[in-house]
């Protein structure tokens, strides 16, 4: 059974940092996409960051560039997403999906001051 369990969300100021966790079990995590996607209070789903098997090839969507870092262990089957210089923009549900295919149940970021 696939099981992707997130964790690190919170309440952060303005300008602070997160580092969200994805622990991933129940199918062969180094070989898949990993993707973060998030979902803002009364909004639709906003695809985040992407990373291929091998982290040789990683996307990020435009609002988040340049302050967002995705990576991943593949020997602890864990997805990471370093997050700063928050914004209240960035409130939202983070789910971690393997390929968009199998979902977390997210972790909630909330930035406010």
């Known amino acids: 059974e696939v099981q992707l369990v997130e964790s690190g969300g919170g309440l952060v100021q303005p300008g602070g940092s997160l580092r969200l966790s994805c622990a991933a079990s129940g199918f062969t995590f180094s070989i898949h996409i990993m993707h973060w996607v998030r979902q803002a209070p009364g909004k639709g789903l906003e695809w985040v960051s992407g990373i291929n098997s091998g982290g040789g090839t990683i996307g990020y969507a435009d609002s988040v560039k340049g302050r967002f870092t995705i990576s991943r262990d593949d020997a602890k089957n864990a997805l990471y997403l370093q997050m700063n210089s928050l914004n209240p923009e960035d409130t939202a549900v983070y789910y971690c999906?393997?390929?968009?295919?199998?979902w977390g149940q997210g972790t909630r970021v909330t930035v406010s001051s």
């Open positions: 999906t393997q390929g968009l295919g199998y």
